[in-house]
């Protein structure tokens, strides 16, 4: 941390673990299943026995739905009481795989006049790279021969800031949209439509990964039902209010898979699609979410605490999971976490207190089909920081960022080849 000689609340409100919630709260034994689903009647897609190109069905237009209720706030209500956090893991030591590198400090860096806010990476069928901007806008990204990168096209402009994103077929993209829900993106023609935005009445305002499944059955995660932004109240609070909804594009409901989580963050389904794994990033850890007949629903911690608080993951062919989320464990983060005084201390402060002291950082991690960390990439300077998600393609690793500009790349290192 920076500039330690201000006062400690401020410092703390700064601190990596609170800005990984600035765009985009227990244990995994309070998360539960929950039956609760919303037909289209409510607000969801019309059904649809079509089946498009690529095998999955296709997508209908929503069609228009009555009024449904924001629960989100954007303020702590006053005099609240926060829940802390009694039972602290012991904090991972940066050595071993997770000791410090110039791995992401010695990237390329690309795009950076084009993306900003690049979150999410993602493969399309057709081959190419699309990621999504702070400012609403979709991108492809080309790529030549020997795997850089051609060239760098908008292919769409959304109303909302798509925080995740995943190939559905080799034209259409799903994205996970702050304050519209998830929609369905056409990187051909620029169209885009809202899928899903809502569930038993209470709209889906906060929007935050998602992934699909072979069959096209859609897993996404509202990170809070409670607070947008979820910067810093969310964590402040205390209290689990993610959760992972499934939509189905062939029937047109959405469901709640796991609720109770804390800050539902990342998610990716399974090779064998048994389980999915959900990040919660205020609990700096990794919960595997079964989808099986008899455990539908039900949760488990997933491998052994992390040293960061995890924002986007990928599950790659050889089952090892990619962790994004620069916002490392400290002496701070973790004082932060078990005091009450301390939450009490930020929350009074005025907007913006404390901006501009955020360290700068950059990380991800590799963890093993167990869980286990065996590589991880640094930026220990903050050339490029923030970084929210780590795709490994073609023989190259692309790193996305929540705030810096343009992606980070480099080649797959022999140790994960």
């Not at 802390?84 to 390329?108: F, K, M």
């Not at 994205?175 to 209470?202: C, F, H, K, P, Y």
């Amino acid at each position: 941390m920076r500039n330690l000689h201000r006062p400690l609340a401020a410092a703390l409100l700064v601190t990596g673990l609170l800005a990984a919630a600035a765009c985009s709260g227990g244990d995994s034994d309070s998360a539960s299943a929950a039956s609760a689903a919303s037909g289209p009647a409510t607000g969801a897609s019309t059904a649809s026995d079509a089946v498009g190109p690529d095998g999955r069905p296709e997508l209908p237009r929503r069609e228009p739905s009555g009024p449904a209720v924001d629960r989100h706030v954007e303020v702590l209500p006053p005099g609240f009481e926060p829940v802390v956090w009694t039972d602290l893991p012991p904090r991972p030591a940066l050595d071993g795989p997770l000791a410090a590198n110039q791995l992401i400090e010695n990237a390329q860096i690309v795009g950076e006049e084009e993306l900003e806010g690049a979150e999410d990476v993602a493969v399309g069928l057709d081959g190419h790279l699309y990621t999504a901007t702070a400012d609403g806008g979709i991108w492809r990204l080309t790529q030549d021969a020997g795997g850089g990168i051609g060239t760098i096209e908008r292919v769409a402009a959304l109303d909302g800031r798509a925080l995740g994103l995943a190939a559905y077929s080799r034209d259409v993209l799903i994205a996970a949209v702050v304050e519209q829900g998830i929609m369905a993106v056409n990187v051909t023609t620029g169209d885009s439509w809202v899928l899903t935005d809502r569930i038993d009445g209470n709209l889906i305002f906060f929007a935050d990964e998602v992934t699909i499944a072979d069959d096209g059955t859609i897993y996404f995660t509202e990170a809070s039902t409670v607070y947008l932004p979820g910067f810093p109240n969310d964590f402040l609070d205390g209290r689990p209010s993610g959760r992972l909804l499934r939509y189905e594009p062939a029937t047109g409901v959405t469901d709640v898979v796991a609720d109770g989580l804390y800050f539902a963050n990342g998610v990716d389904v399974a090779a064998d699609e048994s389980h999915v794994l959900v990040a919660e990033s205020f609990r700096f850890r990794l919960t595997r979410v079964w989808l099986d007949d008899g455990r539908e629903g039900t949760t488990e911690q997933f491998g052994p605490s992390l040293v960061n608080g995890p924002d986007n993951i990928v599950i790659d062919d050889r089952g090892r999971v990619w962790v994004g989320g620069s916002d490392l464990r400290s002496d701070a983060v973790d004082a932060l976490a078990t005091s009450a005084d301390l939450r009490r201390q930020i929350a009074a402060l005025p907007p913006g207190e404390g901006e501009g002291l955020r360290g700068q950082y950059g990380f991800a991690q590799v963890l093993s089909p167990e869980g286990e960390p065996v590589f991880s990439f640094h930026d220990t300077t903050g050339r490029f920081w923030a970084v929210s998600s780590a795709l490994p393609h073609d023989g190259h690793v692309t790193f996305g960022s929540l705030a810096d500009r343009g992606l980070a790349r480099l080649p797959l290192p022999t140790e994960l080849s």
